[in-house]
Structure formats: structure tokens, C-alpha cells
């Protein structure tokens, strides 16, 4: 079997991955495993945190800091599709760093982020990128949300509001 026949997968890890020891467990030589250093930061139980450093001390997973260009273009994904409400600063990363991977793929090689989280899901599919869950069905369908006072009628845009800064009632999301 010839190099060029090797398909190159990069499969970025969210924070079930890396509790359910994802990057123990699976792992080639034409598989590049990454997650981002806020997803480590949420890693706190000390059986996961000793696998994910035994995993960067052997090189069988890279930490990448995503471009802020990146986290940029994600944050516009996710208000586009009404996710700003469910997407918190870490799954933007992973959304972030899942753009930056997919635009410098090279023929042949392949992207898949590791997510059981519905609204990275939905993003992620959105944006075309595939990802697989672990321990959920996963979704199929893109969906489409609009981030509203259910009191006045305020549309939110800004991924960091939870509550109307018209009349203090807390937001919600609904299927658009």
C-alpha cells in the first residue's frame, strides 16, 4: 500500500471525547487527533486529566489554539442558524478550530469532529463539516433558530445574551 493511498483524518476531540478517553483508544499513524486548550480547561476529574496528559506527552494529541479569525467566521455560523443562545465559549472553539482545519485540508484527507453536543451538531452541519457522537444518535437534520423575548418580541444577535436587555425576561430559543 502506497503513502498517497493513506487518507489523512484529523478528528478534533470535545470534552466527552476526551472523558470517555477517546484519545487512548483511538489512534493510527494517519490519524491526527486535536481538541483546543479551552476544552482542556474543562477536563477537571483527575483519571481524565492524567490520560489526556499521558495523550500529549506521547504525541497522540495536539492542542491548537484556533485563529481569532476563526472564532470569528464560527460566531457568525452560529448566530446565522439561532445557536448563539446553546453555544457556550468552548464549543465555539471547537466549531472554530473544526473551520480553520477544514480550510487547509489537502486531497485527501478528511475532518471529523468528536461531539455528542446537539448544538455543535447542528452547527457543524450547517457549516458542512461531518462529526460523529459517542454516546448519542446525533442529529440528521439542520436546523434553524431564532433567539427571542417570549415577553416582547426582542430579537437577540449577540451570542452572549441570555436575557432581553429591553425587559429582563429571559430569552429563548425557538425552531424557525
Given at each position: 500500500m502506497s503513502n498517497e493511498s493513506v487518507q489523512r483524518k484529523y478528528v478534533i476531540l470535545d470534552a466527552s471525547a476526551l472523558l470517555a478517553k477517546y484519545q487512548?483508544?483511538?489512534?493510527?499513524?494517519?490519524?491526527?487527533?486535536?481538541?483546543?486548550?479551552?476544552?482542556?480547561?474543562?477536563?477537571?476529574?483527575?483519571?481524565?486529566?492524567?490520560?489526556?496528559?499521558?495523550?500529549?506527552?506521547?504525541?497522540?494529541?495536539?492542542?491548537?489554539?484556533?485563529q481569532e479569525t476563526l472564532i470569528d467566521?464560527?460566531?457568525?455560523?452560529?448566530?446565522?442558524?439561532?445557536?448563539?443562545?446553546?453555544?457556550?465559549?468552548?464549543?465555539?472553539?471547537?466549531?472554530?478550530?473544526?473551520?480553520?482545519?477544514?480550510?487547509?485540508?489537502?486531497?485527501?484527507?478528511?475532518i471529523v469532529v468528536i461531539t455528542d453536543d446537539y448544538s455543535i451538531q447542528n452547527t457543524l452541519l450547517n457549516a458542512g463539516i461531518a462529526f460523529k457522537p459517542l454516546r448519542t444518535r446525533g442529529i440528521k437534520i439542520p436546523r434553524k433558530y431564532v433567539v427571542i423575548c417570549p415577553t416582547c418580541s426582542y430579537v437577540s444577535t449577540n451570542i452572549l445574551e441570555r436575557t432581553c436587555p429591553l425587559c429582563n425576561t429571559p430569552l429563548a430559543k425557538l425552531s424557525s
Open positions: 487512548l483508544l483511538h489512534y493510527s499513524s494517519d490519524v491526527v487527533l486535536v481538541t483546543t486548550p479551552l476544552v482542556v480547561n474543562e477536563i477537571k476529574d483527575h483519571e481524565s486529566k492524567s490520560a489526556l496528559d499521558l495523550a500529549v506527552s506521547l504525541g497522540k494529541l495536539l492542542i491548537i489554539e484556533p467566521k464560527a460566531r457568525d455560523v452560529v448566530q446565522s442558524i439561532g445557536e448563539n443562545y446553546s453555544i457556550s465559549p468552548t464549543d465555539l472553539s471547537i466549531i472554530a478550530l473544526a473551520l480553520q482545519l477544514k480550510s487547509k485540508l489537502k486531497r485527501g484527507e478528511v
